[in-house]
């Protein structure tokens, strides 16, 4: 099961705690987070790392993507 988090145009903490929630309900699958700013793409992949999910990073014109999988 996929889900997304559109974290777009959020300053941390908040793309790290909406990630958090999703993630929260889920043991296993695939996690699409939409960023804006590099400082959520990288306490949202250490958070996702630090969880033991792996993290793919794309860029998508002015955002970022992330997939978290596990």
């Known amino acids: 099961m996929e889900r997304e988090v559109d974290a777009r145009g959020l300053l941390c903490p908040e793309p790290v705690l909406l990630t958090r929630q999703v993630l929260a309900g889920m043991n296993e699958g695939k996690v699409r987070v939409l960023v ?35």
Not at 54 to 67: I, K, N, P
Request: proline share 0%; aromatic share 2%; hydrophobic share 45%.
């Open 36 to 70: 804006s700013n590099m400082a959520a793409r990288e306490n949202v992949t250490r958070l996702a790392e630090n969880k033991g999910w792996r993290v793919e990073a794309a860029t998508l014109g002015e955002d970022m993507e992330l997939l978290l999988i596990k």
